[in-house]
């Protein structure tokens, strides 16, 4: 699976797919496809990532991207008004480790290829 066939599988499980092509250069530069040498996929891989060691299937994987997200962008001002739409578009502009990291794992549990 290339990249843009894991965007449109994270659209159809209702995750932004600018969030998620916002994330395709540090997936790619990781080392684990840099050194494509194992052509074996493990579920418990940890990726050099003690946080991924939980994650072992793809229904998880695409679980902790979301609740990463929502983490991310729920957040309000003094007034009480969401700041949803601001907070995506900093998400969008610069994801942060632990969301790459977690799209990583899900992108390996899906056989994911440069």
């Known amino acids: ?3 843009d066939a894991f965007t ?3 659209f159809n499980q209702e995750i932004n797919p600018e969030i998620i092509r916002a994330c395709r250069t540090a997936v790619m530069k990781d080392d684990v496809y ?3 040498q194992a052509t ?3 579920s418990a891989a940890t990726l050099g990532y003690a946080e991924l060691a939980d994650i072992t299937t793809v ?3 695409i679980k902790e991207i979301k ?3 929502w983490m991310s962008v729920c957040d309000y001002d003094d007034l009480g ?3 949803e739409k601001v907070r995506t578009r900093q998400l969008i502009k610069r994801p ?3 969301l790459t990291r977690r799209v990583l794992k899900a992108f390996y549990l899906l056989g994911g290829t440069a």
């Open 81 to 83: 008004r969401s700041l």
């Open 59 to 61: 229904e998880q994987a």
């Open 34 to 36: 840099l050194d494509k």
């Open 8 to 10: 449109l599988y994270c």
């Open 40 to 42: 074996q996929i493990y």
């Open 96 to 98: 942060h480790k632990s």
């Open 1 to 3: 699976m290339n990249y």
């Open 67 to 69: 609740e990463c997200i």
